[in-house]
């Protein structure tokens, strides 16, 4: 999953990006509002971590309600040091879906971003399923036909990708797009690397059922 964080403290950005990052989570950080701005009407992220106050032409809430004009539905989650209640109801007035006061754990972060993420219908159980195989993105725990499958955090952050768009042909700059940041170098054959990886691990001892296809000249797909 593909994150945008705008946050002009440097320090706080740094290390939340590090700590998402280190959660399997491909993140770009923007700080100012201008910048920020820019990356979020135009970028591919499936959710946004918005600090309230930001320098340059556009705040927080000019990026929420920008994007909400704009018909983008991304989640938003709105970082703020103000307390007031009447902060908390512009916010989420403007566009935001959340609302995380300064200062925060890095856990209860993590539990909202989670949140945010959940499907309508996955409210109650977060488990991604596609046939026999199993992932859950709480525990970062991967299974087929009851056997745990070792990842490593970016074959998980893959893996869930392309369960979270079962059928659907994922070409490799999409994919790119939402599992690798966007400063990071990477090549396409970098992807046939990790899906061919992928293979070995939830096809292979099971090679009468594959889930993982390719799709000559379009991508991949993972289907039962």
């Given amino acids: 999953m593909r994150i945008l964080l705008i946050e002009d403290e440097r320090k706080i950005a740094n290390a ?13 950080v923007a700080y100012d ?5 820019g990356r979020a009407m135009v970028g ?8 309230r106050m930001l320098p340059g032409i556009a705040d927080g809430l ?7 004009k704009a018909n983008m539905h991304q989640p938003v989650l709105l970082l703020t040091a103000r307390d007031a209640t009447r902060d908390r109801v512009e916010g989420l007035d403007n566009g935001a879906d959340d609302y995380l006061v300064k200062p925060f754990s890095f856990e209860e972060l993590l539990a909202r971003i989670r949140a945010l993420l959940r499907r309508p219908e996955q409210t ?13 993105p709480d525990t970062f725990h991967v299974q087929r036909a009851g056997q745990r499958i ?6 998980f952050a893959l893996l869930e990708y392309l369960m979270r768009n079962e059928n659907r042909i994922l070409s490799k700059e999409q994919i790119i797009t ?26 292979k001892p099971y090679k009468d059922h594959p889930l993982l296809h390719t799709v000559r000249g379009f991508g991949y797909r993972i289907a039962v």
């Fill in 124 to 136: 109650a159980d977060t488990t991604l399923r596609v046939g026999d195989l199993e992932l859950h």
């Fill in 44 to 51: 591919k992220f499936d959710i946004l971590i918005l600090d």
């Fill in 150 to 155: 070792e990842l490593s955090r970016k074959e």
């Fill in 33 to 37: 509002g201008q910048e920020g701005y």
């Fill in 16 to 28: 939340l990006k590090r700590g998402l990052e280190q959660e399997s989570y491909a993140v770009d």
């Fill in 178 to 203: 939402h599992v690798w940041d966007f400063d990071a170098d990477i090549l396409p054959n970098t992807v046939e690397a990790f899906i061919a990886s992928l293979r070995q691990k939830i096809d």
């Fill in 62 to 68: 000019d990026i929420c309600r920008a994007m909400r």
